[in-house]
């Protein structure tokens, strides 16, 4: 039996249900994260949590559990799902009220809900890369949020899949912002570049974890707004997620990035990201 964890209970994935009135159901009303399992430990889960935390607060729902008690819910929900290589998927909406578009008056108990799911590493992409193609970033300006509201990103992947490709690089006007679900990285002359994290992305756990080893492995890194051009014309390109890691793109809107092959700079950040893995969950059964 799989479990599911709402409002601090676990129960059984099938009974664990939420009123309609739930305002993440009809507003898109609250905040999620999605968590790494490897050998059944969450990695960067502090990191998660904090900006579980920072979502909360910039929506003003007050967090309904403290990180500690987080912490314990979701390593015991990982353990009840025996759950290896996954991932853990939580929300906190702003709970259930009759529907209105300001928040209730007399005060509403935040709705949590957890579920695990098996997800392998993507070992044939990540060695391969993947290919990509390009789109206006239509999103709201407050993308640092990691918001339920995803119809934009949803319309950008869609459009990717459309085109058998792996994600969609979303741009405002000339600059590249980030993927519809992963921040994006070029490589020029060895410098690493990337959008710096301001309210146009979303702050990446996995692009802070990218450009802390870029410091000790001292690679170059600018976190700044680069262009269409820059993309184009880089040496190497990938992008990183929670699910993704550091994967490689060989290829955006048709046309190779370089010799349309992964490169160096982009397989050292791979195996560093693999040690961090190692140092933080154990030993891994297959690598890149
Ligand atoms: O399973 C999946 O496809 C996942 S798991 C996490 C994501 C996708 N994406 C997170 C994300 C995002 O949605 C946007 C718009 N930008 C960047 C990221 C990367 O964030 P981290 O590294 O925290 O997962």
């Known amino acids: 039996m799989a479990y599911a964890i709402l ?30 399992v490897y050998n059944g430990k969450l990695f960067t889960l502090d990191e998660h949590l904090e900006r579980l935390e920072r979502s909360l607060t910039n929506i003003s729902i007050k967090p309904p559990f403290t990180n500690q008690e987080l912490t314990e819910m979701l390593y015991q929900l990982v353990e009840k799902n025996n759950l290896e290589t ?14 209105n578009h300001a928040f209730p008056s007399g005060g509403v108990t935040p709705c949590l809900t957890a579920y695990t799911k098996e997800l392998a590493r993507p070992l044939a992409q990540l060695k391969s890369g993947v ?19 995803l119809l934009a990103n949803v319309l950008a992947k869609q459009k990717a899949a459309d085109n058998n490709c792996y994600e ?9 912002t980030e993927g519809s679900s992963s921040n994006v990285f070029i490589i020029k002359n060895g410098v690493v570049i990337t959008h710096p ?6 702050k990446g ?35 990183s997620s929670t699910t993704s890691e550091v994967m490689p ?16 700079v982009t397989r050292k950040l791979q195996e560093a990201f693999e040690q961090e893995i190692v140092e933080q969950c154990g030993e891994l059964k297959q690598s890149i």
Not at 215 to 238: T, W
Not at 251 to 263: F, L, Q, R, T
């Open 7 to 36: 409002n601090g209970k676990m129960l059984d994935r099938a009974e664990a249900k939420v009123d309609m009135e739930d305002r993440g159901y009809q507003f898109g009303d609250g905040v999620y994260e999605v968590i790494r």
């Open 197 to 202: 994290s301001d309210q146009l992305i979303l």
């Open 86 to 99: 996954g991932i853990v998927y939580m929300q906190i909406t702003r709970g259930v009220a009759p529907r």
């Open 168 to 176: 969609a690089i979303q741009h405002r006007g000339h600059e590249v």
């Open 131 to 149: 290919k990509t193609i390009l789109t206006e970033d239509i999103r709201w300006l407050r993308c640092d949020i990691k918001s339920l509201n």
């Open 205 to 239: 756990i996995t692009k802070d974890v990218i450009l802390k080893q870029c410091e000790s492995l001292q690679i170059p890194v600018e976190e700044r707004v680069f262009s269409l051009d820059e993309l184009s014309g880089a040496d190497e390109v990938f992008l």
């Open 249 to 264: 793109i060989i290829e955006i809107a048709g046309n190779s990035v370089k010799d349309g092959n992964p490169g160096p």
